[in-house]
């Protein structure tokens, strides 16, 4: 089993169903689902998908589905560390950077999967889009 660091644009590409997105998100966790892949994302990942798409669904509904995920996603927390690490770090984006480090915080993480691939380089760890990552998955 793989083990697989999510950014948030993938949680909003399976919530939202933006296609041609989706598929390859629906595709991560019915992997996820089969245990072949073990899915992380952070603390501030979950809270930022909830926050851009309570726009877009009901409140009721959007705490449902992400309650749902849990069962396929462990969250990372950011603590201290991590964000003092991400503010000294030379990552152009901050939250980006919360990102890398709550990644890097996973013993034995194979990939970061994002559709912005450019904003994690100089990761440490291969980083891939979701259509590629499914390939290794």
């Known amino acids: 089993m793989r ?7 993938i949680h909003i590409d399976l919530l939202a169903d933006r296609p041609p997105f989706s598929k390859f998100a629906v595709s991560i966790f019915d992997l996820a689902e089969k245990h072949k892949a073990k899915l992380f994302t952070s ?3 979950y809270a930022t998908t909830h926050y851009l798409l309570k726009k877009y669904m009901g409140e009721k509904e959007l705490r449902v589905v992400l309650y ?3 069962d396929f996603i ?7 560390s991590i964000i003092k690490k991400s503010l000294l770090s030379n990552h152009k984006d901050f939250e980006d950077a919360i990102q890398i480090f709550a990644a890097g915080s996973i013993k034995s993480l194979d990939f970061i999967v994002t559709r912005n691939i450019k904003d994690f380089k100089d990761a440490g760890v291969t980083v891939l889009p979701p259509d590629e990552l499914i390939h290794f998955l």
Do not use: E
């Not at 462990?74 to 201290?80: G, V």
């Open 3 to 9: 083990n697989v660091f999510g950014d948030t644009n």
């Open 43 to 45: 603390s501030h990942s």
């Open 68 to 70: 749902s995920l849990l």
């Open 74 to 80: 462990d969250i990372i927390s950011i603590d201290l």
